[in-house]
């Protein structure tokens, strides 16, 4: 597929990157999406750290919002309640932003212990 702004595309369902006009370094890098893709680490032509869980973008619920999470890693946190140390791993992000639909912009502020009590405590006050 030729793109009128560069160099033809590897496939329909990636955004057109923009490569150099060298053909040398276009080859290459040609080469390296072409490579990428195979081993699945694009998605809409957004490269894929290694150690990162691929995200489905269209899964998620961004709210009319104008980004949308490509990749999940782990986040390092320190909880609200207890102050321990507390990480949320990128299985767990890809289960609460495109299964249950939770939103793009929340980050992990409690552990599950002091999220469960306190939402325990909030359901016994009338």
Known sequence: MLDAFGP???ST???PKMVSRNPIKRKREEKRLAKLQKA??????IEIPQNALAANPDAQNHQGGYSAKFFYQDIQY???GCGRPGVWTA???KKYFEVQ???????PKWCYK???SRMK????KP
């Open 40 to 45: 699945g680490r694009l998605v809409k032509g």
């Open 101 to 107: 639909k939770g939103n793009i912009y929340n980050e």
């Open 91 to 93: 299985q767990q992000q």
């Open 121 to 124: 405590n909030k359901e016994a």
């Open 13 to 15: 369902n990636v955004m």
């Open 78 to 80: 320190t909880c609200a």
């Open 114 to 116: 002091c999220h469960s």
């Open 8 to 10: 033809p595309c590897l």
